[in-house]
């Protein structure tokens, strides 16, 4: 039900979000998702922990794979997270933003939000870090909000072909005060 959720709030969004729509979405009975979950708050608070827990599988299936060892593959790293973002994850980052525009208003939401973007944070500053960065918490958060930046804009105003590596090259570059260049270092 909540990998249903999560498509319908990320497809069609938070005033479609319907007990009745996620039960067609999960093809269950009517009725089935409000025995789940009483409220609306408490299928947005589901939602929001369903997240986190889909984003620690994604960050434990990252930690099998190396780090990234330069300025180009970290760039690199950061645009496929940003295409999948905006491309297959599609439903699932909207899901998620959603959440973030509704934690304005539900303070109680930004604590699990807050955890999955404390874990993107913490794996850019030691990526950055381990690339000689000079202000690694710094230099980390800035290519997160980036990232989100980026990945928010193709949301909204999709772009035929999206493709960021460039640009997160630049930025790279310019935070590591060396050229994050076009190969893989």
């Known amino acids: ?19 009745q ?23 947005i608070d589901g939602i929001a922990e369903h997240l ?8 434990a299936a990252l930690d099998t794979e190396p780090a990234p060892v330069g300025p180009g593959e970290l760039a690199a790293t950061m645009a496929a997270f940003a ?14 933003f959603a959440l973030v525009l509704e934690s304005s208003s539900r303070p ?8 999955g973007r404390q874990a ?7 990526w950055v870090r381990r690339l000689g960065s000079g202000a690694p918490e710094r ?12 990945v928010m804009r193709q949301l ?11 640009e997160i090259r630049v930025l790279v570059g310019g935070l590591l005060g060396a050229s994050a260049g076009n190969h893989t270092d």
């Open 108 to 115: 109680e939401l930004r604590a699990p939000l807050g955890r």
């Open 21 to 43: 729509a996620v039960d067609r979405a999960a093809g269950v009975p009517t009725g089935t998702t409000s025995n789940y979950f009483r409220t609306r708050a408490a299928l």
């Open 156 to 166: 909204t105003f999709p772009e035929g072909t999206f493709d960021p590596l460039e």
């Open 120 to 126: 993107l944070l913490d794996r850019s500053t030691e």
């Open 83 to 96: 295409r999948h973002a905006a491309g297959p994850g599609r439903a699932r980052t909207a899901a998620r």
């Open 1 to 19: 039900m909540l990998d249903a959720a999560v498509e319908v709030l990320g497809s069609e969004g938070a005033r479609r979000l319907t007990y």
């Open 52 to 59: 986190l827990t889909l984003e620690r599988g994604d960050w």
């Open 139 to 150: 230099h980390g958060r800035i290519l997160v909000d980036h990232l989100e930046g980026v």
